[in-house]
């Protein structure tokens, strides 16, 4: 049936303002982020997902949709994660500005998704214009869409927002689909990434603030709105519901919570996973190394931390050293006392003022999965933990504003323009950070400046312009790094690497022992070890790292095509050509590994 002009106009009238809105975000994004596509790999994690993952260079096959979904790699369980990379490699190819311009645009579809699901649930477009704003500008969501290796953090974030959108049109129209959708963007989010696990928390904040749905009248207003707040709107009539006056209160309270059981199912199955996965992987800190309370006063102390760098984003950094028990008490009572004294602010409002609830809510219990109880790897904090949960302060703060905020020529003028300028200044900062990450050696001189006692930065500069031709200046920072934390494996492993590439071996041996002393499970230094030994000679000691190598990582390219070249020089042939083969199977650019089976069939036969 034909549609009336007059009805079309009066949907483009609807639509325009946000189509708007929604355009001038991407425009934002596109203006701080676009530089990204200039940028290179860099050495920390990028290797392990991109650039030296031959599953992902190679594409989607069935062979790597297989991997994708059966194998832990890095500790971590991410299948559509890995799948997204692939696909990026065979469309885009291998180098990195295909994976940097994707990221790019993920983030900005979060931010128009995020805009939709805030506008769709409060009927207040401008509010969520802002608070999509201050996602898609705020330097410390930099680092999830600068780094390529942390695509899994803004593709999850994609799917969780894609699930909160179904679950509001759910919440308003009463549709079952919409629930399946909200279940299965869900399922996605959690395969790309296990974070988002307390998003069926967030529903039921959602279900109290703005949808209503806790006190039974399901309307998408707060109880204090006034139509000046609503942006011109005019207010939806509550939609019919179950009066938690009546009878059927308490149905309705089982429907609330049964309508999210599979998702609750889902976050303890995938939770599981992840657990095993990160165990598995040793990445998960055992209580001997770190202790419970450790952990908690890190906690504290983070949770205000992130706020504090909310407000003042600067000297931010991609490593922040964990303090151990070396956390001072002051602290930490100051940060509790705090923290403590904002909830209390918040519940003795909620009536009034319901998004101060909900935005600090979303903040404290988002956070969970990365604050650190559950302690992976050796970081304090991360600015990527930043990315979903910052958006509940960000709402809390908003709709604060707008409230108290008594005229209304300065809600229409002054706000307005103070809103534009906070956002150009956060825009400004972030452009400043993302310039940060072109390299490595860029990068982590800036992580250096921010933080002078950091182990991990210092040897990753190192490692950078070793991996230059810079071995002075590259060397000294990787021995700095090894005497700021001579426990630390990957800093040991660095300058072994650093020591090896000058031709100081017995130095490097050394070193490649210590790092091993410390993780034993570390393939690379087993290789680079078995390679010293292959240099002086003593094959069988070789031949048995190269084969712990394997054992460690069964597909480690490096490993098989020494373990090929050691067996072709002892006289091992049929050996020569299976593990040479092998390493083909896995790369098979790999041209020394076919002159190796050429030269071992030649001889056998001899």
């Not at 805009?115 to 999509?132: G, N």
């Not at 988002?366 to 949960?389: C, E, K, L, N, S």
Request: aromatic content about 10%; glycine content about 6%; overall charge neutral.
């Amino acid at each position: 049936m034909q549609r009336s002009p007059e009805v079309l106009s009066d949907r483009f009238r609807r639509w325009r303002r946000p189509l708007v809105l929604a355009g001038l975000l991407i425009a934002a994004v596109l203006l701080v982020y676009w530089q990204v596509g200039g940028f290179e790999f860099i050495l920390l994690d990028d290797p392990v997902y991109v650039s030296d993952n031959a599953h992902v260079q190679r594409g989607i096959t069935l062979q790597n949709v297989v991997w994708s979904f059966s194998e832990f790699h890095d500790s971590n369980w991410i299948p559509l994660s890995w799948l997204s990379l692939m696909l990026d490699a065979q469309i885009l190819g291998p180098g990195p500005r295909g994976f940097h311009l994707t990221n790019l645009l993920l983030h900005a579809a979060n931010t128009c998704v995020l805009f939709a699901v805030l506008a769709k649930a409060t009927h207040q477009p401008s509010h969520s214009a802002l608070v999509a704003g201050l996602f898609a500008l705020h330097p410390l969501h930099v680092e999830s869409v600068a780094w390529v290796a942390e695509r899994k953090d803004v593709l999850s974030t994609l799917f969780g927002l894609l699930s909160l959108l179904a679950y509001v049109n759910y919440a308003a129209a009463g549709r079952a689909r919409s629930l399946v959708a909200s279940f299965l963007w869900f399922v996605c989010s959690l395969l790309s990434k296990p974070t988002l696990v307390t998003l069926p928390f967030v529903f039921f904040l959602l279900d109290f603030w703005p949808l209503g749905r806790l006190s039974g009248k399901g309307s998408v207003l707060s109880p204090t709105e006034t139509p000046a707040l609503n942006d011109g709107e005019i207010k939806p009539e509550p939609r019919d519901s179950a009066d938690p006056t009546s009878p059927d209160r308490k149905s309705y309270a089982i429907r609330l919570v049964a309508e999210k059981v599979p998702f609750l199912v889902a976050t303890v199955a995938i939770s599981v996973v992840a657990l095993v996965a990160q165990t598995r992987g040793h990445s998960v800190a055992p209580l001997g190394n770190l202790s419970l309370s450790a952990r908690c006063m890190n906690a504290l102390t983070a949770y205000v931390t992130y706020l504090w760098q909310a407000i003042f984003p600067l000297h931010l950094a991609i490593f922040y050293p964990h303090p151990g028990d070396n956390i001072a008490w002051g602290t930490v009572a100051a940060s509790a006392a705090l923290l403590l004294a904002i909830s209390l602010i918040v519940v003795a409002r909620v009536r009034r003022y319901p998004f101060l609830f909900v935005g600090w809510s979303w903040y404290l219990g988002t956070m969970i999965p990365m604050i650190g109880i559950v302690q992976v790897g050796r970081q304090q904090m991360a600015d990527r933990y930043t990315y979903f949960p910052l958006i509940g302060p960000f709402i809390a703060v908003v709709w604060l504003i707008a409230e108290l905020v008594p005229a209304r020529a300065i809600r229409a003028r002054i706000l307005p323009a103070a809103a534009i300028a906070s956002l150009a200044a956060l825009g400004a900062t972030a452009f400043v950070q993302v310039g940060y990450w072109r390299d490595s050696v860029t990068l982590f001189r800036h992580a250096v400046e921010c933080a002078g006692n950091n182990p991990l930065a210092s040897s990753a500069l190192g490692y950078a312009l070793m991996s230059r031709g810079q071995s002075g200046e590259g060397l000294a920072l990787l021995e700095t790094a090894v005497r700021m934390a001579p426990a630390d494996a990957q800093a040991q492993y660095n300058v072994a690497v650093g020591l090896q590439s000058v031709g100081r071996l017995d130095e490097a041996a050394e070193h490649y022992r210590a790092a091993l002393a410390l993780d034993e499970r570390d393939a690379d230094a087993h290789t680079n070890l078995g390679v010293l030994m292959c240099e002086r000679h003593q094959y069988r000691e070789a031949k048995k790292q190269f084969c712990r190598a394997i054992e460690i990582n069964p597909e480690h390219v490096k490993a098989y095509v020494n373990l090929g070249t050691l067996c072709l020089e002892t006289g091992e042939y049929a050996d020569a050509i299976k593990y040479s083969q092998r390493a083909l199977d896995l790369d098979p650019h790999l041209l020394n590994c076919q002159q190796n089976i050429e030269v071992a069939r030649r001889a056998q036969e001899r």
